[in-house]
């Protein structure tokens, strides 16, 4: 049976990956790096980016949020170390030990289960602690060190914590870093009573891409870099906030494409609408080219009536409510447009170029949405 002709896919550059890493372990010397690839790797696919990220001798460990992140990292052939940031149910506090996980925490009921479970197969087991030092999401306080520290007094298995994080609230979204520098003092606060209780870890890590790009006194010995490894800057602030402090332009570089194809033609009458709603009418004769994507497959509704698209290096206005799986845009003034033209959503053509951050401004969020609520459906490519 011939192949299935791609009318919608992602390619992903492995040299834009590679620059993306270099600018990081440049800005972060000698530091254990983690490549974040929870949330499908941003969007981009977490397999694929596996499968590049392993050839990269740069990188030590890779961050997920879930255990099913984790388990799909080690089937693509990931045999570092890996991080698992987010929560794990006690009932599968085996799987830790299956597939060699470390796992941060944050309650000592999954640190009890973890213990009698490596206990029991004379296995040892390397846990991060998380620290809560203002963004009161995961984390423990000051008072809840004791009771960690019985906990892994109590099992062989355990030793001490391998590894304490914690995560900055406001160190992106900002040019006044104020509250980050607070944060950075509460943590050092924590470490001390981790000492105290002779639990003090091995390695400390705390910087995001923000943090790593911006303040070398949060790298400590790790650094966790997330949306930068993918070619984005965290914010506008960020990097105000790196050119402030004379930083280079040219640090990153997106390494995702997302295109599709032009599946019908139409040509409009005047005074025509265009999808549901009624939103868009004609005003002239116009020619619309459908584009099987939808909000389905992440492109917010959001969009409807604002964004364009690129075909043949022209912008294409999307005409109409974007629809759950078809969008329409206007190619009435770009020549020879034909049937299974592409068309690119995310990425250049020509002198065009047409980014998340762009598509975050139109649908009023951020770029790690754009990026992250990309389906995991769609087919995805890697490319040099």
Not at 6 to 31: D, G, V, Y
Not at 279 to 290: E, N, R, V
Not at 369 to 380: D, F, N, P, Q, V
Request: proline content about 4%; aromatic content about 10%.
């Amino acid at each position: 049976m011939p192949p299935i002709r791609k009318l919608q896919w992602i390619e992903l550059s492995q040299k834009a990956l590679h620059k993306n890493i270099l600018s990081l372990t440049n800005l972060a010397p000698n530091k254990i790096f983690a490549a974040c690839v929870k949330s499908n790797a941003y969007g981009h696919g977490i397999s694929e980016m596996v499968t590049i990220l392993k050839e990269n001798r740069r990188v030590n460990y890779l961050t997920v949020h879930s255990m099913r992140e984790a388990i799909k990292c080690r089937r693509a052939g990931w045999r570092k170390q890996i991080l698992l940031l987010g929560p794990v149910e006690l009932c599968d506090t085996d799987a830790i030990l299956e597939f060699d996980i470390e796992p941060i925490v944050f309650n000592t009921q999954f640190l009890d289960n973890i213990g009698k479970q490596a206990d029991k197969f004379n296995r040892t087991v390397k846990t991060h602690i998380k620290l809560e030092t203002g963004t009161n999401r995961q984390g423990i306080t000051e008072k809840d060190i004791p009771k960690f520290a019985k906990v892994y007094k109590k099992y062989k298995s355990l030793g001490k914590p391998y590894g304490a994080s914690t995560h900055f609230a406001n160190i992106e979204d900002t040019t006044n870093h104020s509250y980050a520098e607070y944060q950075l003092e509460q943590f050092k606060k924590l470490l001390k009573v981790m000492a105290a209780h002779d639990i003090a870890p091995k390695i400390k890590h705390t910087a995001s891409s923000a943090a790593t790009i911006l303040f070398g006194k949060t790298h400590f010995d790790m650094v966790r870099p997330g949306i930068s490894l993918y070619g984005y800057w965290p914010s506008k602030e960020t990097y105000l906030s790196h050119k402030l402090e004379g930083g280079k332009n040219n640090l990153f570089k997106p390494v995702l494409t997302w295109k599709s194809r032009i599946t019908q033609l139409k040509k409009l009458e005047p005074d025509s609408f265009i999808s549901y709603g009624c939103t868009y009418q004609t005003t002239a004769k116009s020619k619309i080219g459908i584009i099987p994507v939808g909000y389905y497959d992440g492109y917010d509704r959001a969009l409807s009536n604002k964004a364009y698209v690129l075909i043949n290096g022209k912008r294409a206005p999307i005409r109409g409510r974007v629809c759950m799986n078809l969008m329409m845009a206007d190619i009435s003034d770009i020549p020879k447009v034909k049937l299974e033209n592409e068309v690119t959503l995310i990425g250049k053509e020509n002198k065009e170029e047409l980014s998340a951050n762009r598509i975050a401004e139109w649908a009023d969020t951020i770029n790690y949405e754009i990026l992250a609520r990309l389906s995991g459906e769609i087919y995805r490519e890697i490319v040099l």
